[in-house]
């Protein structure tokens, strides 16, 4: 499809307009004791949707470079936007906006400020291919940083039956079920999305290159929920038993998924230890 011409003033006022609309606690920032900003500065912005600081003053400024699909993206997450608010982006910005549905990575305003007020919790949001669009500074320290994958291994479950590496968090015990899961999972989002959709042709990339994969696949299994207690392996801090809750978006097909431990148990402890760790080795 044809892209339309920029309009740099529409596009200029619309960011700052929810620039000043936004308050720090609105997305996981601090408001500090000597803040005269209305709303949020350019600086924390730009942090936020992961540029530079000179790159976004100059598109508040009705300057520089038309923005690229993925910097509009960036943007539209970073602000916190609707739907709506992110389609009208990228019209000001000169592009067609991205389809939306089960498809779609970008988070809606509501997820993100439940997630943005998790930091001492492990946490993700996913889709329903189980890629993850982002995690809590504890979800990384639980299970690393599961949003740098691209293409295929985006997702968990092809994931699971095509790299060693995802299989080491969980115990082996749980390995067979977890197989079965995946399968059973997608088998079901293959029928509810169509020959033509992504979960498809993952599908047809697993049955190509995994043989367990085939074998599972074969049984039409449906169904198959995830266990309420997940059982992980932490290279630092060993077995963690955590309560998995689960906060569907219905409207985009993401889901939150929060891991708890009940408190004054071992793995509880362990949690408060992985805390002070974070990312980093006890070595």
Known sequence: MRSVVIDRAGLAEFLRNRREALQPEDVGLPRGQRRRTNGLRREEVASLCHMSADYYSRLERERGPQPSLRMLASIAQGLHMSLDERDHLFRLAGHNPPPRGASTDHISPGLLRVL????????EIVT??????????????LTGDTTRYTGPARSA?????????????????????????????????????????????????????????????????IGIRPHEVKHFVHPEVGALE???????????AHSLMVYTAVPGSESYEKLQMLSVIGTQSLR
Request: charged fraction near 30%.
């Open 116 to 123: 943005d007020r998790l930091d001492d919790t492990p946490a």
């Open 242 to 252: 955590l309560n998995c809750q689960r906060l569907v978006d219905p409207g985009q």
């Open 157 to 221: 479950g092809y994931r699971w039956f095509t790299d060693p590496a995802a299989r080491r968090i969980y115990a082996p015990e749980e390995h067979p079920f977890l197989s079965r899961m995946y399968a059973s999972g997608l088998r079901q989002l293959v029928t509810l999305r169509g020959p033509q959709s992504r979960a498809a042709h993952l599908a047809e990339l697993l049955l190509a290159r995994n043989e367990e994969f085939r074998r599972v696949w074969d049984d039409h299994e």
């Open 128 to 141: 329903e291919l189980g890629e993850t669009l982002r995690q809590s500074p504890m979800g990384v320290a």
